[in-house]
């Protein structure tokens, strides 16, 4: 059984920083781009970052460059996007995402797999 469990999110003020992890089981984690895209209410889906966990190309969105990076634990089938300067426009629910290409999950955001989500709240 495939599962992307998501875990860091919470509510921070404006400039403040969150961690977000994901723990990816039951499929080939090296042969997969692993990911987040985020959606806030009334908004369409946006990707965020991905991060291709074998060959460890990572791609960023332009909204969030410079300020969110993303890693991987190999060891531990898990993916973490350092979210620093947070923004109230970061504000929305972020879905961890899988897929054997990194463009479904930050461009097309219809990736293969997907987690619940978790919740970002930045305050002004």
């Known amino acids: 059984e495939v599962q992307l469990v998501e875990s860091g999110g919470g509510s921070v003020q404006a400039g403040g920083s969150l961690r977000l992890s994901c723990a990816a089981s039951?499929?080939?984690?090296?042969?997969?781009?692993i990911g987040w895209f985020r959606q806030a209410p009334g908004k369409e889906r946006e990707g965020v970052s991905c991060?291709?966990?074998?060959?460890?190309?990572?791609y960023y969105a332009d909204s969030v460059k410079g300020r969110f990076t993303i890693s991987s634990d190999n060891a531990k089938n898990t993916v973490y996007l350092q979210m620093n300067s947070l923004k109230p426009e970061d504000t929305a629910v972020y879905y961890c995402?899988?897929?054997?290409?990194?463009?479904?999950?930050?461009?097309?955001?219809?990736?293969?797999?997907r987690g619940q989500g978790t919740q970002v709240t930045v305050s002004s």
């Open positions: 995402a899988a897929d054997p290409y990194c463009g479904r999950v930050v461009v097309t955001t219809r990736s293969r797999y």
């Open positions: 039951g499929f080939a984690f090296d042969d997969y781009g």
């Open positions: 991060i291709m966990s074998g060959a460890g190309g990572t």
